[in-house]
């Protein structure tokens, strides 16, 4: 069965630091989203990406996140100077269309220092 | 805005089945989830239900959903010791040009002898 693949599968990154996740969506689905769970805490969304342009994003996506599809099978998610708090576990999800059942990878967990 | 919630822990002997109960606001929600975190692991998908539906069933696991007081629930029958994990709870709605997830607080269930 079709996967979401995620990498790396534990990032640990000082603070300030640009770190980037990737994941590869499913191949033939259209709509992407990134979500984070802080340890202990929900899933929480943070942005959903279309077209290649988002869609919409959380509170949480403010200007030191950024996600981008540099070529067909890439998805990746940017955090620019990274801080203590960012760290959580991110989960990419892909779906075929806008309101099918998204499936989820297995996660990056990022440690930020 | 939209919540999920869910009881945080159950515990049943292995064998008999067990109910996990989840309430939601959103009364425009298509989709509701269930997926099923094991420690360190990613959100596996275990099942859905389309919100004109009130039961749908797969294999040992049994979906219940009653809209009109936006309750759902999830029986698993003979439960073993292999679905002990977090079960998270969620719904989407759709949104500006996706749906977003989202989810409950997870119930922990934990098997014993």
């Known amino acids: 069965e079709p996967e979401v693949t995620q990498t790396p599968s534990h990032q640990v990154t000082q603070m300030g630091q640009e770190v980037i996740l990737r994941c590869v969506p499913i191949?033939?689905?259209?709509?992407f989203y990134w979500y984070r769970q802080i340890l202990g805490q929900k899933v929480e969304f943070l942005v959903s990406?279309?077209?290649?342009?988002?869609?919409?994003k959380s509170e949480i996506f403010d200007d030191q996140f950024s996600v981008e599809r540099p070529d067909g099978s890439n998805f990746t998610l940017k955090i620019r100077s990274t801080k203590l708090e960012d760290s959580a576990m991110y989960f990419c999800?892909?779906?075929?269309?806008?309101?099918?059942?998204?499936?989820f990878g297995d996660g990056t967990r990022l440690s930020i220092l | 805005g939209e919540d999920v919630e869910q009881s945080l822990f159950l515990s049943v002997r292995e064998g008999d089945s067990s109910v996990i109960n989840c309430t939601y606001t959103d009364s425009s929600s298509t989709y509701l989830y269930w997926y099923k975190q094991e420690p360190g692991a990613g959100l596996q998908l275990l099942t859905y239900?389309?919100?004109?539906?009130d039961m749908k069933q797969d294999q040992r696991l049994t979906v219940l959903l009653n809209k009109k007081d936006k309750h759902l629930s999830l029986r698993i029958a003979d439960t073993q010791t292999g679905d002990s994990a977090i079960y998270f709870c969620?719904?989407?709605?759709?949104?500006?040009?996706?749906?977003?997830?989202?989810f409950g607080s997870g119930t922990r269930l934990s098997i014993r002898p």
């Open positions: 969620a719904e989407s709605s759709l949104g500006s040009s996706a749906s977003k997830i989202i």
């Open positions: 999800a892909s779906s075929g269309y806008s309101n099918q059942p998204q499936h």
């Open positions: 990406f279309y077209n290649n342009e988002i869609s919409e």
């Open positions: 239900i389309f919100s004109n539906m």
């Open positions: 191949s033939n689905h259209l709509y």
